[in-house]
């Protein structure tokens, strides 16, 4: 047999000099919008800035050792599910927003269906992505939602299944517990990244002797990663205020064998 390493996906191309235009211009409307939203929120809303903004201060997982260590990614890319993402062909989000889009593809591609939705803008709440994946996948998955406000148990018990070729985990968190706010953090953008930043990405396995879990990170920036299971149960259970609940995990059940 063929030992499969892993090999980095390609990575999206650069911004065009239109899209970086249009970018520029969006984040000076909103440096000028925001400010005022901000003092509303520091005002009224402190009970939901206030944990992440301390959640936010830890430092980032990028300065632990074992963030990226060659030789546990190599342990989670020898795995039984490892090995079906390797050979499913990762890929990253061509361009901001397209997350829960490449996470849906890369989980539908593992379980072999070939007729995959095109990459956009896709769903933007756990319950959004959990119908889209099921509809995608044409009654191949069967999924359910584990919100972090569930505990830290419900959550861990949800991360093992990523172990198991029966299902694939994704995990819809927020970045700034995990990385903290995008420096300069008095950037009003930066500041509102760091309230509402949610993200999608694949969860490819679980190091239980580590306590570490497998995130790969759709955003060619981050990539593969691992991360202690408490600081991602963390970055899950922050508030989503567009879907008026905490972040959470998707475990699509597969329904076919591979
Ligand atoms: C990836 O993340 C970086 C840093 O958060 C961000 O600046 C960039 O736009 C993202 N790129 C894509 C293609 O998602
Ligand atoms: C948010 O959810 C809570 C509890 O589930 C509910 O009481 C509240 O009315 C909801 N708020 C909005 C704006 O939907």
Redesign the pocket.
């Known amino acids: 047999m063929v030992a499969l390493c892993y090999t980095e996906p390609l990575h999206?191309a650069p911004?065009s000099a239109f899209d970086r235009i249009r970018r520029a211009l969006l984040v000076t409307v909103l440096s000028i919008l925001i400010p005022p939203y901000l003092a509303y929120a520091y005002l009224f809303q402190r009970s939901f800035i206030d944990p992440i903004m301390s959640a936010a201060k830890r430092e980032s997982i990028k300065l632990d050792p074992k963030y990226k260590n060659p030789d546990l990614l190599k342990r989670i890319w020898s795995t039984k599910v490892g090995k079906i993402y390797l050979e499913s062909d990762l890929e990253?989000?061509?361009?901001?927003?397209?997350?829960s889009s490449a996470t849906m593809r890369n989980i539908l591609k593992s379980i072999g269906i070939s007729s995959l939705p095109p990459p956009r803008s896709g769903a933007s709440t756990p319950l959004k992505y959990a119908q889209a994946i099921d509809k995608a996948s044409n009654g191949q998955t069967t999924s359910s939602i584990v919100y972090g406000s569930e505990g830290y148990e419900a959550f861990m018990c949800t991360v093992k299944k990523a172990n198991d070729p029966n299902y694939r985990v994704a995990v819809n968190f927020l970045?700034s517990p995990l990385?903290g706010i995008?420096q300069p953090s008095y950037l009003p953008i930066n500041f509102v990244?760091a309230l509402f930043?949610g993200h999608f990405s694949v969860i490819v396995g679980y190091l239980e002797d580590e306590d570490l879990v497998a995130v790969f990170d759709?955003?060619?920036?981050?990539g593969p990663y691992l991360v202690d299971s408490k600081r991602l149960y963390d970055a899950v259970n922050s508030y989503d205020k567009m879907a008026n609940n905490t972040r959470a995990l998707i475990v699509s059940q597969v329904n076919i064998s591979n």
């Open positions: 999206p911004r990253y989000q061509c361009q901001e927003g397209y997350c970045r990385f995008t990244l930043g759709v955003n060619h920036t981050y």
